[in-house]
């Protein structure tokens, strides 16, 4: 088994160039027919893909999860069907009635790959630079993965050996995102990763000269990419030199110390005949005169639509058998590292079982209470990091890091090498290509697409560090890992004006209420050192969907767990609970009055308004809501046992904008909040300044209580 060499020699006959070209007339017919879509680019690289998935790369139509397997991300998903083409070819369960349904309610094809939908589909692909800079987690994935299981193997001869392929598009070298993961992939030095750019100088606007004029090809090989030009207009004509680029990726895979940019120089929408080489194809259906045109120049009837010759779908779907001798190689080899592997062999079935390691729960530290007058607390950012350091020799699966933060976020598990190539330590940072440590640099966006990556592995769990503030850089990235259900894992610390000085540019407002707009994101604000150690908890038995872990910079206390009528950490697991309830004067609960809900730093001013609130006679509740999303998902009435029962009068207090919480104080309710930017100023002074107090909330529980009971009498 060599993974290094392609899946079979080259191969291009006049059967397989009839086929490619089927594929290239149904990419018009389907655009057609749907009145919309994105035909040009399916129609150019219909023979670039037919080489990745009949030649190069190791695939198995019968089983698109298999472990073995090279991965493909289209990154430009508007040209979807480059994808659903090939794999309608190779057999991965796509028909032609599937390819007819393009873009329709509940199809197999819609406008845009989306990962879990479609057989085949790594990957959703819809913002333009998200599949590429993901791709880099791909590798970063497989390495980190090998490193655990098989890191003596010979490059190309593990079973958990693969290389990452990657279409990309003019859109997608112009995004942002993609220049900071190409940087972080060349200074990773990731053998692994094979990009083909579709250099065909196209957008929407049409000639990319506008506005798109820089020499990628250098750009590339300033990252420390090793880099191929391949370019099919050279002689003048327009030329599918298609052995060339076959030759291109052969090469590329053989090249294990840096990734690989193929730049193809290609016309998009050739041979289509009057609007090859414009914008007017790259987003647009052809229209009838122009797809009768692309049919009569490669040889078919422009009165058949969907038409594919039998024999010709039968002999590309003979991919599947070819696949199954290498299935049956690599299957061999797998059995041989079992053998010989024993303890890593358990730890393979585990991770692909998803199943958590022995000794998960009782890893976890327990904080003592640091309470009261004279408490010294505990930043929920330390906390967390104290957390990561317990689970670093149970969880070997769990790794990540900080863009450039990593003091700060407390992101580095102690002891752990940095995962970089060895010639790239620094005095400060030592480690090996099989580190744990990720280091993002200044680069947030990246450093969510990566983690997303490293999620669609499915073997190992990632987290990323950054500031709260900066999850605006991230926000596409987290919006995709939600949107395919990924457990990416984000740590977001300095969560509030309480990080004091650095001022309103630092200080997030809008940031909590518009991350909770996510659906599907668990949004996590632990008020303590103990909700934070149950926090990672339960984000951690949770592989369904990703979450924020929204982080203190200043010391909070540690609440009595237990004692005092402070409820156990326990609760935070379901996203919101009675922290402290309302009591009489004898101290035995009541039916509370009033009910308090916070979250994070706040939740100590919950607490010290109650106290106030108390001694006034009105019974109040404290609720802690870590996560409202977790909350949300409990039934009906242990919501009522925590909120009280509908009219009860409720107060929120959180230091950012209110909205959203009208939903859980409802109508009989007020919410404590920051409806501004912040300032620069220690981070007492600025909650006293702004309101965010216990007295803020003892006067907004009167308000609602105390003082409506007496204009109640009064009328």
Request: proline share 5%.
């Amino acid at each position: 088994m060599n993974r290094l060499a392609p899946a079979r020699e080259y191969s291009y006959t006049e059967d397989e160039a009839r086929f490619v070209d089927t594929l290239r007339v149904l990419a018009g017919d389907a655009v057609e027919q749907a009145g919309h879509g994105h035909p040009g680019t399916a129609i150019s690289l219909a023979p670039v893909a037919w080489q990745l998935f009949q030649n190069l790369m190791h695939i198995d139509p019968r089983d698109d999860a298999w472990a073995g397997r090279d991965r493909f991300i289209l990154s430009p998903g508007h040209t979807s069907l480059t994808l659903y083409l090939q794999l309608f070819a190779a057999g991965y369960g796509l028909e032609i009635d599937d390819i007819e349904a393009l873009r329709t309610w509940g199809s197999l094809t819609p406008g845009h790959p989306e990962y879990g939908h479609t057989k085949g589909v790594e990957i959703t692909t819809g913002p333009l630079g998200q599949g590429l800079a993901s791709a880099v987690g791909f590798a970063y994935e497989q390495r980190r993965v090998r490193g655990l299981l098989d890191p003596d193997a010979p490059a190309g001869t593990s079973p958990f050996d693969h290389h990452v392929f990657v279409i990309a598009s003019d859109g997608d070298l112009q995004e942002g995102v993609t220049s900071e993961a190409s940087s972080l992939a060349g200074t990773q030095e990731l053998g692994n990763l094979i990009v083909i750019y579709d250099d065909n100088k196209i957008s929407i606007e049409d000639d990319t000269n506008v506005a798109f004029s820089e020499d990628v090809a250098a750009r590339y090989r300033a990252y420390g990419w090793d880099v191929q030009e391949v370019d099919w207009t050279a002689s003048g004509a327009y030329v599918e030199d298609t052995r060339e680029l076959y030759d291109a990726v052969v090469a590329a895979k053989q090249e294990t110390t840096r990734p690989s940019l193929i730049v193809l120089r290609t016309v998009i929408g050739w041979p289509s005949p009057t609007k090859q080489n414009t914008g007017g194809i790259h987003g647009s259906k052809l229209g009838a005169e122009e797809l009768a045109g692309l049919k009569n120049a490669l040889g078919f009837d422009p009165e058949k639509h969907f038409d594919v010759d039998p024999r010709l779908l039968e002999q590309a779907r003979e991919l599947g058998a070819r696949s199954a001798d290498y299935r049956a190689a690599w299957e061999q080899s797998l059995q041989r590292w079992r053998a010989e592997n024993p303890e890593r062999a358990e730890l393979f079935d585990r991770l692909r079982n998803r199943d958590l390691p022995a000794g998960f729960a009782e890893a976890f530290p327990s904080f003592e209470a640091d309470f009261g007058d004279g408490a010294k607390g505990l930043a929920t950012r330390a906390a967390s990091g104290k957390v990561l350091n317990a689970l670093a020799g149970v969880m070997p699966e769990l790794w990540g890091g900080s863009a450039d933060l990593a003091g700060s976020n407390n992101t580095t598990m102690a002891g752990e090498p940095s995962f970089i190539p060895a010639a790239r330590q620094t005095d400060t940072w030592s480690g090996s290509p099989y580190g744990r440590t990720l280091h993002f640099g200044v680069r947030e966006h990246a450093a969510a697409a990566i983690v997303n990556g490293i999620s669609l592995g499915m073997l190992t769990r990632a987290y990323a560090g950054t500031f709260l503030i900066f999850s605006d850089y991230q926000r596409p990235a987290v919006r995709l890992a939600a949107l395919m259900q990924v457990p990416s894992i984000f740590v977001w610390t300095h969560d509030s004006i309480g990080l004091g000085e650095d001022g309103p540019t630092h200080q997030p407002v809008e940031q909590l209420a518009s991350l909770r707009a996510i659906p599907g994101l668990d949004v996590v604000r632990p008020a303590d050192a103990n909700e934070t150690a149950w926090a990672w908890k339960t984000i951690l038995e949770h592989t369904d969907r990703p979450a924020g872990l929204v982080l203190s910079r200043q010391n909070l206390p540690i609440f009595p767990r237990g004692t005092d009528g402070f409820a156990e950490a326990s609760g935070t697991a379901r996203g919101a609970y009675v922290l402290l309830d309302a009591q009489d004067a004898s101290g035995a609960a009541v039916t509370p009055d009033a009910v308090v809900i916070a979250t994070g730093s706040e939740v100590q001013l919950a607490i010290s308004a109650r106290e106030q609130l108390q001694a006034q006679g009105i019974a109040t509740r404290v609720v802690s809501a870590p996560c409202l999303e977790w909350f949300d998902a409990q039934d009906a009435d242990y919501r009522e046992s925590v909120l009280g029962a509908a009219g009860t009068a409720r107060v929120s207090i959180e230091a950012g904008v209110s909205q959203g919480w009208q939903k859980y104080t409802g109508a009989r309710g007020a919410n404590v909040s920051l409806e501004h930017f912040g300032a620069s100023a220690d981070y007492q002074r600025l909650f006293d300044e702004f309101g965010i107090t216990a007295e803020a909330v003892v006067e907004a529980v009167r308000d609602l209580t105390v003082d409506s009971t007496d204009a109640q009498k009064e009328n």
